[in-house]
């Protein structure tokens, strides 16, 4: 029996290794699953820590920011924005409103006729021309020196310009309606941020900003929020001397027009945009074509406090 015992032990010493060798390839194998269950974490922390995205607007809508400049909700837009951007009524509006403004101008009653002035008559060999009595040099007729003009300025000239009451109002409609078009807004000059949804739509809490010191400065912050800052650079930089006699005339330099913002109160918030170069701020009753659209091209930057859009709602289209 001892005989027989002897070889099942030396079995047993043989097979001892293989067990050691898997026991140790097991071991080895933990670190490695480990490290990659290591790895994974970070990847997943990753993708929680990506920002929710604005939902996409449907047509005719537009998104409500705060002041920090987050979005806060999506409105409709009035009806008064669905309009067709007729360019010529545009056009036509501003340029009466212009011509309106025009005061009369003219020369005085007797401009270039204070010279005591003689006439030889005929048959002397010179010309009829009017002449000084102390010699011979021509004055007070036109063309001379000193001369009266041969067809000056009427100061009886109407320069008003008439339109019809249902014109000037398709006027501003249309004016209304390109400020939600970014290619409009763009074509104009007007810099911005392009994940904004024009018009721009503030929070009634805009109304209510009362600073007690560096109203200008909280602006300026404001409108850094939205994105808005690099066209009130572009209107700053833009300043220059105009050209021609106008710059004798009292208006000697010409300021780019920038955003325009219409609230309810508009006295409260020109603390806060007013004193920006080119920055208009007005209330909904006094919207009309030459303010949406300067100069007669549409697109103007635009923005709303969310109770001025309201009032815009009652507007026929």
């Known amino acids: ?40 974490a970070p990847k997943a922390s990753k993708k929680e820590a990506k920002p929710a995205e604005a939902p996409p607007l449907k047509p005719g809508q537009v998104r409500v920011y705060s002041v920090e400049g987050e979005p806060v909700r999506t409105i409709d837009l009035p009806a008064v924005f669905r309009s067709e951007v007729r360019a010529d009524l545009i056009r036509r509006a501003v340029t009466a409103a212009q011509a309106n ?16 002035v003689r006439w030889s008559g005929k048959g002397h060999g010179v010309s009829r021309v009017p002449r000084l009595r102390d010699g011979s040099t021509g004055a007070q007729a036109p063309g001379t020196v000193g001369g009266r003009r041969a067809h000056p300025p009427r100061p009886e000239k109407v320069w008003a310009k008439k339109i019809n009451a249902r014109e000037r109002h398709l006027a ?3 004016a209304l309606a390109a400020l939600r078009d970014p290619a409009i807004v763009t074509a104009r000059g007007h810099r911005f941020d392009a ?26 912050t404001i409108l850094q929020h939205l994105g808005l800052h690099d066209d009130v650079v572009r209107a700053k930089t833009g300043r220059h001397v105009r050209a021609g006699r106008g710059k004798m005339r009292g208006r000697r330099m010409r300021q780019p027009r920038s955003l325009l913002v219409v609230v309810k109160e508009p006295l409260r918030v020109r603390r806060l945009f007013g004193n920006l170069p080119g920055v208009e701020v007005v209330s909904p009753a006094s919207l009309n074509a030459e303010v949406l659209a300067p100069g007669g091209d549409p697109g103007r930057l635009t923005m709303f406090s969310e109770g001025a859009l309201e009032v815009l709602r009652s507007w026929a289209a």
């Open 172 to 174: 501003r409609n249309a």
């Open 195 to 220: 994940s904004l949804s024009l018009p721009v739509v503030l929070e009634d809490a805009i109304e209510s900003l009362e600073p007690e010191e560096g109203a200008t400065r909280e602006g300026l």
């Open 101 to 116: 403004r025009r005061q009369a101008y003219g020369p005085g009653l007797r401009a270039g006729m204070k010279h005591s």
């Open 1 to 40: 029996m001892a005989e027989d015992e002897k070889p099942e032990v030396e079995e047993t010493e043989e097979e001892a290794p293989e067990e050691k060798r898997d026991a140790e390839a097991a071991e080895e194998e933990a670190p490695r699953r480990r490290r990659r269950g290591r790895r994974a």
